[in-house]
Protein backbone atom coordinates (compact mmCIF):
# COMPACT_ATOMS: atom_id res chain seq x y z
CA UNK A 1 0.00 0.00 0.00
CA UNK A 2 2.81 2.17 0.84
CA UNK A 3 4.02 4.74 3.41
CA UNK A 4 1.61 7.60 2.39
CA UNK A 5 -1.72 5.43 2.92
CA UNK A 6 0.66 4.18 5.99
CA UNK A 7 0.74 7.74 7.63
CA UNK A 8 -2.70 8.72 6.66
CA UNK A 9 -4.23 5.43 8.44
CA UNK A 10 -1.95 5.81 11.35
CA UNK A 11 -3.08 9.53 12.01
CA UNK A 12 -6.95 8.65 11.86
CA UNK A 13 -6.89 5.61 14.11
CA UNK A 14 -5.12 7.31 16.69
CA UNK A 15 -7.66 10.55 16.37
CA UNK A 16 -10.73 7.87 16.41
CA UNK A 17 -9.32 5.81 19.32
CA UNK A 18 -8.64 8.90 21.25
CA UNK A 19 -12.23 10.40 20.27
CA UNK A 20 -14.08 7.05 21.07
CA UNK A 21 -12.70 6.57 24.45
CA UNK A 22 -13.40 10.19 24.92
CA UNK A 23 -16.96 9.55 23.79
CA UNK A 24 -17.53 6.62 26.34
CA UNK A 25 -15.19 7.97 29.24
CA UNK A 26 -17.85 8.06 31.55
CA UNK A 27 -18.00 4.05 31.48
CA UNK A 28 -13.75 4.05 31.42
CA UNK A 29 -11.70 3.25 34.75
CA UNK A 30 -9.80 6.76 35.91
CA UNK A 31 -6.25 5.07 35.03
CA UNK A 32 -6.86 5.21 31.63
CA UNK A 33 -8.06 8.52 31.37
CA UNK A 34 -8.74 11.36 34.02
CA UNK A 35 -12.50 12.39 35.02
CA UNK A 36 -11.40 16.27 33.91
CA UNK A 37 -10.51 15.64 30.48
CA UNK A 38 -13.65 13.32 30.00
CA UNK A 39 -15.86 16.25 31.63
CA UNK A 40 -14.07 18.77 29.59
CA UNK A 41 -14.87 16.42 26.28
CA UNK A 42 -18.06 16.26 27.20
CA UNK A 43 -19.01 19.54 27.89
CA UNK A 44 -18.83 20.79 24.07
CA UNK A 45 -20.94 19.86 21.66
CA UNK A 46 -18.51 21.81 18.86
CA UNK A 47 -16.44 19.20 17.04
CA UNK A 48 -13.16 21.85 16.60
CA UNK A 49 -13.39 21.75 20.72
CA UNK A 50 -13.53 17.67 21.04
CA UNK A 51 -10.97 17.64 18.07
CA UNK A 52 -8.58 20.41 20.03
CA UNK A 53 -9.29 18.41 23.51
CA UNK A 54 -8.43 14.49 21.83
CA UNK A 55 -5.59 16.71 20.43
CA UNK A 56 -4.15 17.63 24.04
CA UNK A 57 -4.29 13.72 25.28
CA UNK A 58 -2.78 12.76 21.60
CA UNK A 59 0.19 15.51 22.23
CA UNK A 60 1.62 15.89 25.70
CA UNK A 61 4.59 17.98 26.07
CA UNK A 62 7.37 16.41 28.40
CA UNK A 63 9.51 19.96 28.57
CA UNK A 64 7.59 22.91 28.97
CA UNK A 65 3.50 23.83 29.05
CA UNK A 66 1.30 21.46 27.23
CA UNK A 67 -1.74 22.36 25.15
CA UNK A 68 -3.72 21.84 27.61
CA UNK A 69 -2.63 24.47 29.66
CA UNK A 70 -2.18 26.81 26.95
CA UNK A 71 -6.15 25.69 25.76
CA UNK A 72 -6.92 25.42 29.73
CA UNK A 73 -8.67 22.36 28.61
CA UNK A 74 -7.95 18.46 28.75
CA UNK A 75 -4.88 17.06 29.37
CA UNK A 76 -2.37 18.66 30.91
CA UNK A 77 0.32 15.64 30.92
CA UNK A 78 0.71 12.17 29.32
CA UNK A 79 -1.86 9.87 29.79
CA UNK A 80 -2.40 6.13 29.09
CA UNK A 81 -4.80 6.65 26.40
CA UNK A 82 -1.84 8.80 24.41
CA UNK A 83 0.28 5.22 24.39
CA UNK A 84 -2.88 3.07 23.51
CA UNK A 85 -3.41 5.32 20.69
CA UNK A 86 -0.63 5.92 19.33
CA UNK A 87 0.60 2.20 19.16
CA UNK A 88 -2.40 1.38 17.63
CA UNK A 89 -1.82 3.90 15.01
CA UNK A 90 1.12 3.08 14.46
CA UNK A 91 1.13 -0.28 14.15
CA UNK A 92 -1.86 0.78 11.35
CA UNK A 93 0.64 2.43 9.89
CA UNK A 94 3.32 -0.67 9.94
CA UNK A 95 0.65 -2.93 8.38
CA UNK A 96 -0.18 -0.49 5.27
CA UNK A 97 3.71 0.39 4.61
CA UNK A 98 4.38 -3.25 4.21
CA UNK A 99 8.24 -2.67 5.44
CA UNK A 100 9.61 -2.26 8.69
CA UNK A 101 11.73 0.91 7.88
CA UNK A 102 8.83 2.67 6.05
CA UNK A 103 6.33 1.59 9.20
CA UNK A 104 8.24 3.21 11.58
CA UNK A 105 8.74 6.57 9.30
CA UNK A 106 4.93 6.22 8.32
CA UNK A 107 4.02 6.45 12.30
CA UNK A 108 6.61 9.18 12.82
CA UNK A 109 5.27 11.26 10.24
CA UNK A 110 1.83 10.35 11.38
CA UNK A 111 2.07 11.88 14.77
CA UNK A 112 4.34 15.19 13.02
CA UNK A 113 1.07 15.48 10.72
CA UNK A 114 -1.05 15.58 13.41
CA UNK A 115 0.99 17.69 15.97
CA UNK A 116 0.93 20.33 13.17
CA UNK A 117 -2.79 20.31 12.23
CA UNK A 118 -3.23 20.26 16.46
CA UNK A 119 -1.48 23.37 16.66
CA UNK A 120 -3.62 24.97 13.74
CA UNK A 121 -6.90 23.85 15.08
CA UNK A 122 -6.13 25.16 18.36
CA UNK A 123 -4.49 28.89 16.58
CA UNK A 124 -7.80 29.08 15.07
CA UNK A 125 -9.83 28.34 17.76
CA UNK A 126 -7.93 31.24 20.15
CA UNK A 127 -7.67 33.78 17.48
CA UNK A 128 -10.14 34.80 14.48
CA UNK A 129 -6.82 36.47 12.85
CA UNK A 130 -5.24 34.11 10.59
CA UNK A 131 -2.45 36.83 9.71
CA UNK A 132 -0.87 36.44 13.40
CA UNK A 133 -0.13 32.66 12.56
CA UNK A 134 3.87 33.99 12.60
CA UNK A 135 3.07 35.61 16.07
CA UNK A 136 4.22 34.96 19.35
CA UNK A 137 1.15 33.19 20.73
CA UNK A 138 1.28 30.96 17.35
CA UNK A 139 5.18 29.72 17.61
CA UNK A 140 4.41 29.53 21.40
CA UNK A 141 1.54 26.52 20.59
CA UNK A 142 3.91 25.27 17.80
CA UNK A 143 6.12 24.63 19.99
CA UNK A 144 4.04 22.84 22.71
CA UNK A 145 2.70 20.62 19.50
CA UNK A 146 5.90 20.00 18.08
CA UNK A 147 7.07 19.20 21.93
CA UNK A 148 4.39 16.86 22.37
CA UNK A 149 5.30 14.60 19.84
CA UNK A 150 8.14 13.20 21.80
CA UNK A 151 6.17 10.12 23.06
CA UNK A 152 4.07 9.23 20.67
CA UNK A 153 6.90 9.16 18.05
CA UNK A 154 8.67 6.83 20.26
CA UNK A 155 5.33 4.74 20.61
CA UNK A 156 4.34 4.91 17.23
CA UNK A 157 7.55 4.24 15.80
CA UNK A 158 6.92 0.74 18.10
CA UNK A 159 3.89 0.02 16.45
CA UNK A 160 4.87 0.94 13.12
CA UNK A 161 8.11 -1.73 13.54
CA UNK A 162 6.05 -4.24 15.01
CA UNK A 163 3.12 -3.52 12.03
CA UNK A 164 5.90 -3.18 9.42
CA UNK A 165 7.64 -6.42 10.61
CA UNK A 166 4.39 -8.72 10.16
CA UNK A 167 3.37 -7.71 7.01
CA UNK A 168 7.16 -7.15 5.01
CA UNK A 169 8.02 -9.82 1.67
CA UNK A 170 10.06 -12.27 2.89
Do not use: H, N
Request: hydrophobic share 55%; proline share 2%.
Amino acid sequence: MGQLTGTLLGLITAFIISFIVLTFGAFMPAELISTQIVDDFLRFSDLELKLAITGTVLFPSAIGATLGDILGLGARSWTVLMFLSWGIGGLAAGLLSRDIIQGVFAAVFAAAIGALLTWILIFVIQTSDFGQILGTSSLIIMQSALEGIIYPCIVGGIGGLLGGAITRER
